[in-house]
C-alpha cells in the first residue's frame, strides 16, 4: 500500500510537467505553485490520516453504534475513536510529500519554517472539516459516502490551477469545501508571503477546530444507541 501509493502519487508529477510545458501559466499560476500544492495537500492529507485514522470511518463508527465502545472509557470520546489504527497509504503520501520537499522547496531555515507552519495549518483545517462531516451523521444517519465524498473533492480541488475557481465553485471552496483554506491560502505563504496570509491562516485553523471539537461534542450529547451499548476486552 505505501509503495503503491507513492507511485500513485509521483506519476502526477510528470503529468503537470507536461501540462505546463505546453500551457507555461493559467491566470498567474505555474507549474512551481502547482508542486508547492501537492506538497501541502498530500502532507496535510497524510498527516491527519496517520494521528487521526479513525477520522475517516467515524461516521460508520456512529451509525453503527459502535460509538458506545469508546463511551465505556475514561478517555475523551472523540480522540480515543479517531486515535485507532494507521493509514498504511498515508505513509506512501507522507513520503511523496518529502520527496518534493526535497526537489521544489529551497533548504533555508525560513521556508522550512514557513513550510511547517502551511501544512500545520493545513492539516488544523482540514481534520476540523472532516469532523464536521462526519459529525452531521449524528443528525442525517448514514452521511459515510457523503463525508467520503468532502473529502474527495477537497483532494480534487488541490490537483488544479487554484486561479482556475471562479464565480459558485470560488465560493465553494472558500466554505463548504475549504480548500481554498487548506491548500491556497498556504501556497501562498510559500510564494509571496504576507502578514495577512498569515493571520488569516492560524485564525481559521484554530477557529475551525474550536467549531468543530464542540460542534461534535454538543450532538455527542444527543447519541442515543439503544440495545448497541458494547464492551469489548
Request: net charge negative; with cysteine.
Amino acid at each position: 500500500q505505501i509503495l503503491g501509493m507513492v507511485i500513485n502519487d509521483i506519476l502526477l508529477v510528470p503529468i503537470w510537467g507536461i501540462f505546463f510545458a505546453r500551457f507555461p501559466s493559467v491566470n498567474g499560476w505555474e507549474y512551481l505553485d502547482t508542486m508547492q500544492v501537492l506538497i501541502i495537500s498530500t502532507a496535510s492529507f497524510s498527516i491527519v490520516h496517520i494521528l487521526a485514522s479513525g477520522l475517516n470511518k467515524l461516521s460508520e463508527t456512529i451509525t453503527k453504534g459502535d460509538l458506545d465502545y469508546y463511551l465505556a472509557f475514561p478517555q475523551d470520546v472523540l480522540w480515543h475513536s479517531v486515535v485507532m489504527g494507521i493509514n498504511l497509504s498515508a505513509i506512501g503520501d507522507l513520503i511523496f510529500s518529502i520527496i518534493l520537499i526535497v526537489l521544489y522547496i529551497p533548504f533555508t531555515f525560513a521556508n522550512l519554517g514557513l513550510l511547517a507552519v502551511a501544512i500545520t495549518c493545513s492539516s488544523a483545517i482540514l481534520f476540523a472539516t472532516l469532523l464536521i462531516y462526519h459529525t452531521v451523521t449524528f443528525y442525517v444517519g448514514k452521511f459515510e459516502e457523503a463525508a467520503a465524498q468532502g473529502q474527495e473533492a477537497i483532494l480534487s480541488t488541490s490537483m488544479y490551477p487554484q486561479t482556475a475557481f471562479n464565480g459558485l465553485l470560488k465560493i465553494l471552496i472558500m466554505t463548504v469545501i475549504p480548500a481554498f483554506f487548506i491548500d491556497t491560502i498556504p501556497q501562498r505563504l510559500l510564494s509571496s508571503f504576507s502578514w495577512s496570509d498569515l493571520c488569516i491562516l492560524l485564525s481559521i485553523s484554530i477557529g475551525l477546530n474550536i467549531i468543530a471539537v464542540l460542534f461534535f461534542r454538543l450532538v455527542l450529547k444527543r447519541y442515543e444507541s439503544g440495545n448497541m451499548f458494547q464492551v469489548r476486552v
